[in-house]
């Protein structure tokens, strides 16, 4: 173990309470760092001790247990593993908030070139259960592979994998992309690929006993490093250099992995958090008893932390059926890699009702297509696989801001956008609009425009979405919606759907619509009613779907197919109970 020499306590206070915390010598713990050179946690009346642990998270929770450390910074698929398959470990909290990126690399001179060339091949990994296992794995299924797909040769640390890509004993292998991009730079090797963590990619934990009997200095321990990652997002510069001293990396790169990370600390976890997680180490046979039921509640010290619902527990999203249908969609049909057009995409990209017909109704009831292409820009929120955005830049030549909340969507999204040549129209964003649009500039756009988004909005979110976009559009700048609005009194069964599987927790009525969008100040302009168009269309999608059962079971497997299917027909019976609508809302600024 080794400990920081500079952090030794030398405080022999019996008043001060001591935690030592564990965590790997990368960048995402630079905010501990600070934490402790400005002393902000003795102001909080704790002692940190400081242990760098290069080993990684399987190294830190045998500390753990091994009682040479108290709380532990790690991995989230570790942690969650470890505690699945039966440890008195718990999270305590969420870290890092944003997912890790993970880049596939092999030789330079090596004859693959893309992800979809490694199926059937030899993947290098540190160890079992580590991370670049996981993500291997979970790899394999976003691809629609078969976990047999794969083979696997531990190599036990990053050195040895960058050696045995070059003198061929593996394909290829998966790391941290910005721990892999000094090596990029160097020509050692090379990257094809990339892939995203479902999930926060590290958590906090502890022990459920020191939990339990040290709660308020962990909480004392959390309002310190919440203020230590202030002070490192907000003296960016600082931050940024610091980073690229400590870790090698070009200050460009180093801006790049800063813009990108989210490092909020706080005792809330999401349930999706961990159901994801969980899905991923069962698909990789991690977890020793694949029929246990798992309560996320058990993966927490209630006493503590805190479970929180977002927009991955919604039934499309919970497992990657997106993104395994549309890899499984685009190698049937030849496409799988490679350049194409937007339009060999249309048939697999459009995930909002009637496609590309009411894109079109929108550039012309926005007008969009009569301004100068290079000063007529739009923001598309809830952009999802980016379908949208690439009809609307390939066809009207339109610069589209594609914002999405979920990273993986818009990883792939972007790669999709690569593959089209559109990267000059279509420019992705990954975040929550409310707080992307705090950093966009103001009176800009033309127009900002929505299909099936605003759903998963609460009331607030929504009066904080129409002050944000108000405050973004040129003066007669228009704010397009298409979305579910509440026509009668729901009822149980349909209040279950709209809340967990669909992720509605608020459904205004049109009139409740219009009020809200006259209190953000815009001048409506027209309203239709949808209702009937979108009771035929989910029921038709429902009978198309089931009627092409065996060809779906064919390309996407069984689990897939019911899982789709029960979404589809829970949309169909909202629309068929006509206590659920639809409305298209043109507004002006």
């Not at 942690?79 to 030789?107: F, H, K």
């Not at 926005?366 to 009809?391: E, F, M, P, V």
Request: aromatic share 10%; net charge negative.
């Amino acid at each position: 173990m080794n400990k920081d020499d500079n952090n030794n306590n030398n405080n022999n206070n019996n008043n001060i309470g001591i935690i030592r915390v564990a965590g790997v010598p990368e960048h995402f713990n630079e905010p501990w760092k600070i934490g402790l050179e400005e002393n902000l946690f003795k102001k909080q009346g704790i002692d940190i001790e400081w242990y760098s642990v290069k080993e990684g998270t399987g190294a830190m929770i045998n500390k753990l247990k091994s009682n040479e450390v108290d709380v532990i910074v790690a991995l989230t698929e570790g942690l969650i593993n470890d505690i699945a398959n039966g440890s008195d470990i718990r999270l305590i909290g969420t870290y890092v908030q944003s997912p890790l990126v993970w880049s596939v690399s092999t030789a330079p001179n090596s004859i693959y070139n893309s992800i979809e060339d490694l199926k059937g091949e030899i993947f290098g990994i540190s160890r079992y259960q580590s991370g670049s296992h996981l993500m291997s794995c979970v790899l394999a299924n976003q691809y629609g592979w078969k976990q047999s797909d794969i083979q696997f040769i531990v190599k036990h640390n990053f050195e040895n994998l960058r050696k045995s890509v070059n003198d061929n004993t593996i394909t290829a292998f998966i790391w941290e992309y910005f721990m892999q991009k000094p090596y990029y730079d160097k020509g050692e090797i090379r990257p094809i690929g990339q892939i995203i963590t479902p999930w926060p990619c590290f958590m906090i934990a502890s022990r459920k006993n020191f939990i339990y009997q040290h709660s308020n200095d962990l909480n004392n321990m959390l309002i310190a490093l919440e203020n230590a990652c202030l002070l490192f997002r907000n003296n960016s510069l600082d931050s940024i250099k610091r980073i690229s001293i400590n870790y090698g990396l070009t200050e460009q790169d180093a801006k790049e992995w800063f813009d990108k990370v989210v490092i909020i600390p706080t005792n809330t976890i999401s349930e999706s958090t961990i159901e994801t997680t969980l899905d991923a180490l069962k698909t990789a046979d991690l977890i020793n008893n694949e029929n246990n039921k798992f309560d996320p509640i058990e993966f927490i010290e209630r006493t503590f932390s805190k479970l929180t619902v977002d927009i991955k527990s919604m039934r499309l999203y919970n497992k990657p059926e997106l993104l395994i249908t549309l890899r499984n969609n685009l190698r049937v049909a030849g496409i799988s890699k490679g350049s194409m057009s937007y339009i060999d995409l249309l048939p697999f990209d459009q995930n909002h009702y009637y496609g590309t017909q009411v894109l079109d109704i929108a550039v012309n009831e926005l007008q969009l297509n009569q301004h100068d292409k290079d000063s007529n820009w739009i923001i598309q929120t809830g952009s999802n696989l980016g379908g949208c955005a690439r009809y609307l830049a390939g066809k009207y030549h339109l610069q589209v801001l594609a914002v999405e909340l979920q990273h993986d969507l818009s990883q792939t999204a972007s790669e999709l956008t690569d593959r089209c040549n559109l990267s000059d129209l279509v420019h992705h964003i990954t975040g929550n609009f409310l707080n992307v649009a705090e950093h966009l500039q103001q009176n800009f756009y033309n127009a900002i425009v929505s299909w099936i988004t605003i759903l998963h909005f609460n009331q607030q979110e929504r009066i904080r979405l129409m002050n944000q976009s108000y405050r973004l559009l040129k003066q007669n700048g228009f704010f397009y919606l298409e979305d579910f609005i509440r026509i009668g009194n729901i009822n149980n069964e349909e209040s279950q759907i709209l809340e967990h599987d669909i992720y509605c927790k608020y459904l205004p009525t049109i009139d409740e619509y219009k009020s809200l969008l006259i209190q953000g100040k815009f001048q409506i302009i027209k309203i239709v009613d949808l209702s009937d168009d979108w009771r035929i269309f989910t029921s038709e999608r429902l009978e198309k779907f089931r009627q092409n059962k065996d060809d779906l079971l064919k390309i996407h497997g069984e689990d897939i197919y019911n899982r789709l299917e029960y979404f589809y027909a829970s949309v169909s019976k909202l629309f068929m109970g006509k206590n659920v609508g639809g409305v298209r809302i043109i507004a002006k600024k």
